[in-house]
T-cell receptor, first 115, second 118 residues
Framework: DAGVTQSPTHLIKTRGQQVTLRCSPK?????VSWYQQALGQGPQFIFQ???????QRGNFPDRFSGHQFPNYSSELNVNALLLGDSALYLC??????????????FGPGTRLTVT | AQKVTQAQTEISVVEKEDVTLDCVYE???????LFWYKQPPSGELVFLIR??????QNEISGRYSWNFQKSTSSFNFTITASQVVDSAVYFC???????????????FGKGITLSVRP
C-alpha cells in the first residue's frame, strides 16, 4: 500500500517564476492538505482540498493556489516566487470517514529553493 | 487563536538516558486533539500519537510515554532509554475539532531537535 507521494523531490526556481508541486494521497484517502515548512520551523498550514474544492485555508497570500483532481491527487501552485518561499512543502492526506482515526499521513515533501 | 510552544529547541543526551520533550498549547476550543510527530532527516513526518481533549489518561507505548495535563495545558513526551535511532526533530501539534477532526488543520510547534549520542 503506497503512502503519500510527492513530486518532484527537489526544485530550484528563480524569483518571479511560477512552480507546481504534486501530491498523490494514500490509497483510500480523499482529503489533501498542504503545509509549508521553512528551515528550522514547524510546518504551517496552507490549505486543504476535499471534493475538488478548497475547504480550509491558512494565512497565505493568493499567490498560493491549488487544485484537486477527481482521483484525489492535488497540486500546489505558487506564482511570482519570492526568496521567502524557499521551504519544504509537505502534503498530507486523510480519509473523510468520520470513524477513521484522526491522523494525517504526510509525504516526504518537496524541497523548493528560490534563488 | 491556537498556539503550540515547544520551549526547548535542542536536546542532546547520551544513549540509554531518559529524555522529556515539553509541549504547551493554547486554544479556546473545548474539544481539540493533540499530536506528536517525529521528523527524521529524510523529512517525512511520522505520526507518533494522538490524544483528544477528553482523555487525560497517560499513555505508554514501548519506550515512549506521554503525559497530558489539561490543568497546565501541557502534553509532554518522554523517551525512556534513548537510542541513536531516536535522533530526529519532534513536533507537537494541535488541531481543533472542526469537520471530522481528521481533517482539521494542524498547528505545529517549532520542534525540538533531539540528538542521541552513542
Amino acid at each position: 500500500d503506497a503512502g503519500v507521494t510527492q513530486s518532484p523531490t527537489h526544485l530550484i526556481k528563480t524569483r518571479g517564476q511560477q512552480v507546481t508541486l504534486r501530491c498523490s494521497p494514500k490509497s483510500g484517502h480523499d482529503t489533501v492538505s498542504w503545509y509549508q515548512q521553512a528551515l528550522g520551523q514547524g510546518p504551517q498550514f496552507i490549505f486543504q482540498y476535499y471534493e475538488e474544492e478548497e475547504r480550509q485555508r491558512g494565512n497565505f497570500p493568493d499567490r498560493f493556489s491549488g487544485h484537486q483532481f477527481p482521483n484525489y491527487s492535488s497540486e500546489l501552485n505558487v506564482n511570482a516566487l519570492l526568496l521567502g518561499d524557499s521551504a519544504l512543502y509537505l502534503c498530507a492526506s486523510s480519509p473523510e470517514d468520520t470513524s477513521a482515526s484522526y491522523e494525517q499521513y504526510f509525504g516526504p515533501g518537496t524541497r523548493l529553493t528560490v534563488t | 487563536a491556537q498556539k503550540v510552544t515547544q520551549a526547548q529547541t535542542e536536546i542532546s543526551v547520551v544513549e540509554k538516558e531518559d529524555v522529556t520533550l515539553d509541549c504547551v498549547y493554547e486554544t479556546r476550543d473545548t474539544t481539540y486533539y493533540l499530536f506528536w510527530y517525529k521528523q527524521p532527516p529524510s523529512g517525512e513526518l511520522v505520526f507518533l500519537i494522538r490524544r483528544n481533549s477528553f482523555d487525560e489518561q497517560n499513555e505508554i507505548s514501548g519506550r515512549y510515554s506521554w503525559n497530558f495535563q489539561k490543568s497546565t495545558s501541557s502534553f509532554n513526551f518522554t523517551i525512556t532509554a534513548s537510542q541513536v535511532v531516536d535522533s530526529a526533530v519532534y513536533f507537537c501539534a494541535l488541531s481543533e475539532a472542526a469537520y471530522t477532526g481528521a481533517n482539521s488543520k494542524l498547528t505545529f510547534g517549532k520542534g525540538i531537535t533531539l540528538s542521541v549520542r552513542p
